[in-house]
């Protein structure tokens, strides 16, 4: 499975943008990207996924580089209950693997957002 | 209906004990998985069903055993525990990854303590 690397800890202040980055360098050609989060004690919330193409839904954006080695996500209005813990995943495919739907969770950032 | 719903939500068993852990989904999902996670790391995948089979084990000590009787519930049959085994235990499901690459639910999670 492609490992991937993000920053244990950052900061932002409320109302404000907070971009997390995640690198996954060894990510294959066909392998998704996925982010989720954790608020304290509760099952991970997924948020946004995606290939190769920069994608957006109603909780955040996801910027994929060209070279796919790395990724951001942004929280474009950073709340108070935005405050968890952030995975960044890379999610074997489908097909043709046998371990299509593995998922390895690295260790995550801890996203404090702040008053 | 977008709930992985998981019981029960605190379990303190005794080393001789067997209990069982329950999850339920309805929303159609093929795949179902559990994820154990100790204070302060990251969920680690355990077992993976697809289709109601067992597609992935990694490595769990048999005292863990699960079973997936039907498409909406799984199962986690705990016997002869030891003390490490505390932990938060995740339940989450999907489409089944073969079929096609969407995001996973999680539960709540049923927090163990093995005393």
Known sequence: ???????????????????????HSTISGNEYVYWYRQIHSQGPQYI????????????ASLIITEDRKSSTLILPHATLRDTAVYYCIVRVPRFPSTNAGKSTFGDGTTLTVKP | ???VTQTPKHLVMGMTNKKSLKCEQHMGHRAMYWYKQKAKKPPELMF???????????SVPSRFSP?????????????????????????ASSHDPRDRDTEAFFGQGTRLTVV
Not at chain 2, 50 to 58: A, D, G, R, T, V
């Open chain 1, 1 to 23: 499975d492609a490992k991937t690397t993000q920053p244990t800890s950052m900061d932002c202040a409320e109302g404000r943008a907070a971009n997390l980055p995640c690198n």
């Open chain 1, 48 to 59: 946004i996924h995606g290939l190769k193409n920069n994608e957006t839904n109603e909780m």
């Open chain 2, 1 to 3: 209906d977008t709930e």
């Open chain 2, 48 to 58: 993976v069903y697809s289709y109601e089979k067992l597609s992935i084990n990694e």
């Open chain 2, 67 to 91: 079973e997936c009787p039907n498409s909406s519930l799984l199962n986690l049959h705990l016997h002869a525990l030891q003390p490490e085994d505390s932990a938060l235990y995740l339940c």
